[in-house]
């Protein structure tokens, strides 16, 4: 067993970016049902007391291992227009799902389905990368004139991740291109288009 006490002492980002990348190396070689907090503090050189002080459980951690490995919202594909960027969004979260990020979700919602309060803690955690690169998206859809702000709800928010949730739980990884360019095309592209009372939105630039 390693040492970590022999080890430089690291603190901050530069711990947790190790830490998180042992949890995603162990969620890609044994899978969430086997990951533990003891295999990923000897694979970081941590102390497994130090993941218990940031993270209380394996659920917290493999949450933000998995946020850590998401594409910066702030950076999201800027194409010039609604739907090459929400395209371009969902076939960057759909390649994430491929990897250590959909073994953890499956193993994730497994875990917590079968016990209510795992679920309500899932929910309490699951801050929603995915939901923020929406919101970047339709935000910058809104100041083009493209969309107008009163589409952009809470719930509409929501509909792109969830849409690719179910389509990977059920249909596993890779997600077909095709899928994703009808999520797009018969869902998300109209719901950004209309208002929440029905009525269509006539954009001030051509779309």
Avoid: C
């Avoid at 594909?77 to 371009?88: E, K």
């Avoid at 995915?130 to 998206?137: H, K, P, T, V």
């Avoid at 589409?151 to 792109?160: F, G, Q, S």
């Amino acid at each position: 067993m390693i040492d970590h006490r022999s080890r430089p002492r690291r603190r901050g980002a530069v711990l947790d970016s190790a830490i998180f990348r042992a949890a995603i190396d162990e969620l890609g070689e044994v899978g969430y049902a086997q990951l533990t907090m003891e295999r990923i503090a000897e694979r970081a050189g941590a102390s497994k007391a130090s993941l218990y002080r940031r993270w209380p459980s394996r659920m917290e951690l493999a949450l933000d291992a998995v946020r850590h490995l998401a594409p910066d919202p702030a950076s999201a594909p800027d194409t010039g227009s609604l739907r090459g960027d929400l395209l371009a969004w969902l076939r960057l979260s759909s390649g994430l799902l491929l990897g250590p990020a959909g073994e953890a979700l499956r193993g994730l919602l497994g875990d917590a389905l079968s016990d209510p309060e795992r679920t309500r803690e899932l929910r309490r955690l699951a801050r929603g990368t995915g939901r923020a690169g929406i919101q970047e998206l339709t935000g910058r859809a809104v100041a083009r004139g493209e969309i107008d702000a009163a589409a952009v709800t809470p719930r509409r928010l929501d509909v792109a991740q969830s849409m690719l949730r179910h389509q990977f739980l059920v249909g596993g990884a890779p997600i077909p291109d095709p899928v994703l360019v009808e999520i797009v095309d018969e869902i998300l592209v109209p719901l950004f288009h209309s208002h929440p009372n029905g009525t269509a939105y006539a954009p001030t630039m051509a779309r």
